[in-house]
């Protein structure tokens, strides 16, 4: 393997994934910095929050791409669809995401980026479509007991790994699976300690009491 088509390959799956959507999307279309608003935080919750359903829609949208297009197109183009290769591109799309150079390394947490690379995943390697399923299961049923995009965020995140296990994947994939898990537990800090002061900010859904 050429060591300028890997480095290429890399460079590329870096750039998407530090696209900083929710940043970009916020000065177009209410000429705000999402920083400085709401969590602060240039993620799609934030971007729902801030500036309305379908800005956040667009947020959302484009940060699931910013995992798929690396792991089911880039991947392709540069033929590394090894599970190592898919693996290393992956992680590097979602650490884009998290530590984006556009921001001063300060991006999202990584939830819609890491499903969009999920995706791509499945889409490279059929065998993972049970997890798919029960990772986004996992996130709809919480969230809609709960109200709460962070703990659904990170109950999907943790049945990550433990659906891989359930699967005859690569080895590679379960350790990415722990990796991610790792990644985003890691970037919800703040709202594990909101979750547990009660102080977290909870989606008003029409069927969940007060």
Not at 106 to 123: E, M, N, Q
Not at 134 to 152: C, H, N, P, T
Not at 174 to 202: A, D, G, P, Y
Request: proline share 4%; charged share 10%; hydrophobic share 55%.
């Amino acid at each position: 393997m050429s060591m300028v088509l890997l480095a290429s390959s890399l460079g590329l799956t870096y750039l998407i994934g530090a696209i900083p959507t929710a940043y970009i999307v916020g000065r177009l279309f209410k000429g705000i910095d999402i920083r400085e608003h709401g969590s602060g935080n240039v993620g799609a919750t934030n971007a729902f929050r801030v500036l309305g359903k379908w800005p956040g829609t667009v947020v959302l949208t484009i940060d699931i791409l910013k995992g798929i297009i690396p792991t089911a197109v880039i991947a392709n183009i540069f033929g590394l669809t090894t599970p190592l290769m898919l693996v290393i591109i992956g992680l590097v799309a979602v650490a884009a995401h998290n530590w984006t150079v556009f921001l001063n390394f300060k991006g999202g947490k990584g939830i819609a980026t890491s499903l969009g690379v999920l995706i791509g995943l499945t889409i490279q390697i059929p065998g993972l479509r049970p997890v798919l399923l029960i990772v986004v299961a996992v996130w709809l049923v919480v969230f809609l007991l709960s109200g709460y995009v962070s703990l659904a965020s990170l109950f999907a995140t943790v049945a990550l790994p433990i659906s891989m296990v359930t699967v005859e994947a690569p080895f590679v994939l379960k350790i990415m699976s722990i990796i991610l898990c790792i990644f985003i537990v890691f970037r919800h800090r703040s709202n594990i300690t909101r979750l547990i002061q009660s102080k977290e900010n909870r989606v008003r859904l029409p069927f969940l009491r007060k």
